[in-house]
C-alpha cells in the first residue's frame, strides 16, 4: 500500500525551478532516503508533500490526501522534524513533549504516562526536569525525533536530521528509526550522508531538482552513485 505518492510534482520560483517533474511511491513501513546536495530540491519537496507549500504543477498523496487541497489533513497524519533543533531550549524536557502533544491532539490523560514511558525508553529519566538548553546536542536529536512521533503518526518527515552529530551519535539516531519504522511509520528521511543511503529501503537522488536515480547503478556503493551525479549539478544552495 502506498502511503506517498507524487506524480510529476513540480515547484517554480518564478523561472526558477527547484522541483522539476518528479515522481514516486513509498510503501507503508519504508525508511525511503531522499538524496541529494545542498540546492538540490530536497527541502522543497518534502515542504510539498507536507502541505506547506503549493506545488506549481503535478499531483501528490500523503497518507491518501490530497496535498494541495486537504493539506491540513495531511498534517494530522504526518510528524516533522527540520534541519534546525526544533525543542524549545528555555523548557524542560518534559515540558517541550506536554507541548508537542497538546499540539499533535493526543487526549489529556493520556499524555504524561506517555511521556514517563517515553523517556524511560530513552533513558532519559533522570533528564524529565532538564532544561532542554543543557542537553548534549545527540540527546536534543532525540528528543526532537521523539517529539515528532509521539503522536503514532502514520509517516515521519526527517530534513536531515543527523546534520552536524558525529559518526556514533548519527548511528544511535538511526537506531529510533528503525524502531519507528517497526512500529508501522512509514519514515521519509533527506541526508546528504551516503552511509546513511546504506539504511534505507529504496533511494532516491535529487540533482538540480530532478531525481536522477532509482537504483544503484553499475556501482560498488551509494557514495560512487553520488558521486557521479553530483559533479554534474549547477545548483549549490536551496
Known sequence: ?????????????????????????????????????NGAGKTTAMRMLCGLSLPSAGKGTVAGFDIEKQSEEVKAHIGYMSQKFAMYEDLKVWENLRL?????????????????????????????????????????????FSAAIFHQPEI????????????????????????????????FVTTHYMDEAEYCNRVSIMVDGKIE??????????DQVFQKLARKAKRNSD
Open 156 to 187: 515521519v518527515f526527517l530534513d536531515e536530521p543527523t546534520g552536524g552529530v558525529d559518526p556514533s551519535t548519527r548511528r544511535r539516531f538511526w537506531e529510533l528509526i528503525y524502531q519507528a519504522a517497526e512500529q508501522g511509520i512509514t519514515v
Open 100 to 144: 508537542y502533544a497538546g499540539i499533535y491532539g493526543v487526549p489529556h490523560k493520556e499524555i504524561m504516562p506517555k511521556i514517563d514511558q517515553l523517556l524511560e525508553n530513552l533513558g532519559f529519566t533522570s533528564k524529565k526536569n532538564t532544561m532542554v538548553s543543557a542537553l548534549p546536542l545527540g540527546w536534543k536529536q532525540k528528543l526532537s
Open 213 to 222: 536515480v532509482k537504483s544503484f547503478y553499475q556501482a560498488e556503493s551509494m
Open 1 to 37: 500500500m502506498s502511503v506517498i505518492v507524487a506524480k510529476n510534482l513540480t515547484k517554480r520560483f518564478g523561472q526558477f525551478v527547484a522541483v522539476d517533474n518528479i515522481s514516486f511511491e513509498i510503501e507503508k513501513g519504508e525508511i525511503f532516503g531522499f538524496l541529494g546536495a
